[in-house]
């Protein structure tokens, strides 16, 4: 069973990208091969452009989108929202995410963001018929040590053990829903 993880920060020093790492770290407990994307690493056209889609790149990230049980996203807050290059890989990766299991982790200034995940979420469940992961990770900069260097690392317990929580949870839910998931015609014909 694969499980991929997104970062979808562009920050060079991205607290979000940190969050994403330790998930990764903690997937290793499981019998899961992870796939870790860092967007910073590919060339995106925004979505809408003549042949956006047609990019190798977005290739590349939607078949590990199609090839997952489960998919983790990691992205800072802008605005009340994801940011837009999170929004971007999921316009350009459309229908590979119908039916996928989804978790979230956040980076914020503050705290009083924290439901701003909720517009990706929602259009993720009504628009691809997503399973959303009922435990989602949301911190803020004094959540880790050596902010903004190379060195940076999840400091603060709370946020380290629901990072275990989404990372655990992914795991059991994407074995749970997986065989039913296959059967689906949606599933089943995929190209
Ligand atoms: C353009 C911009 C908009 C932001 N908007 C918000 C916001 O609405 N709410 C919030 O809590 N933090 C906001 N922030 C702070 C970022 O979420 C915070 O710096 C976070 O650590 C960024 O994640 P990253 O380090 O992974 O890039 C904003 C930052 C920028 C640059």
Avoid at 36 to 57: I, K, T, V
Avoid at 92 to 97: F, Q, V
Avoid at 98 to 111: D, E, P, R, S
């Amino acid at each position: 069973m694969t499980i991929t993880i997104f970062s979808c920060s562009m920050h060079p020093m991205s607290r979000s990208y940190v969050l994403a790492r330790q998930a990764e770290e903690n997937l290793k407990a499981h019998d899961v091969d992870v796939r870790f994307h860092d967007l910073r690493d590919y060339d995106l056209d925004f979505c809408g452009q003549p042949e956006a889609r047609d990019n190798p790149d977005v290739k590349v990230l939607r078949d590990s989108v199609r090839d997952s049980a489960g998919i983790l996203m990691a992205m800072p807050i802008y605005n009340f929202y994801v940011n837009a290059a999170a929004k971007n890989l999921i316009e350009l990766t459309g229908r590979a995410w119908i039916y996928k299991l989804v978790g979230f982790m956040c980076a914020a200034g503050g705290q009083a963001s924290y439901m701003s995940v909720m517009n990706i979420a929602n259009s993720l469940m009504l628009d691809f018929r997503c399973l959303v992961v009922p435990r989602f990770v949301y911190a803020t900069d004094d959540a880790f040590g050596n902010d903004r260097t190379e060195d940076m690392f999840v400091e603060d317990e709370g946020i380290l053990e629901r990072l275990r929580e989404l990372t655990d949870m992914t795991v059991k839910l994407a074995t749970a829903v997986e065989p039913i998931i296959e059967t689906l015609p949606e599933r089943k014909g995929r190209t």
